[in-house]
């Protein structure tokens, strides 16, 4: 299956070939977690949005979904 992805923040240096915006092919049936570990993000630091609805590190990606990861926000 295809999604798109989305980085941004400081997780755009995750990025391949410095794309910020990209497919990647994976598995059906792959998860949010499954999918950040391949593109070396750590597991606590983003924040994921499919189609503009928050998901979870469990939460299965299907066929031409857009993955959107952005860094937390701290406030103080």
């Known amino acids: ?6 980085l941004y923040g ?7 070939e410095d794309k910020t915006n990209f497919s990647l092919t ?3 049936g792959t998860t949010v977690e ?4 391949e593109l070396g ?9 499919i ?7 469990e939460t299965p990606l299907k ?3 857009t993955l959107v990861l952005y860094p937390p926000v ?3």
């Not at 299956?1 to 989305?6: L, R, S, T």
């Not at 400081?10 to 391949?16: D, G, N, R, V």
């Not at 606590?44 to 949005?49: G, I, M, Q, W």
Request: glycine content about 8%; charged content about 20%.
């Open 26 to 28: 994976l598995t059906p």
């Open 74 to 76: 701290a406030g103080g």
């Open 41 to 49: 993000i750590p597991p606590d630091a983003h924040v994921s949005l």
């Open 10 to 16: 400081s997780l755009k240096k995750y990025a391949p």
């Open 63 to 65: 066929n031409d979904v």
């Open 51 to 57: 189609n503009g609805r928050h998901a979870t590190k």
């Open 1 to 6: 299956m295809k999604i798109e992805v989305k």
């Open 34 to 37: 499954v999918a950040i570990t």
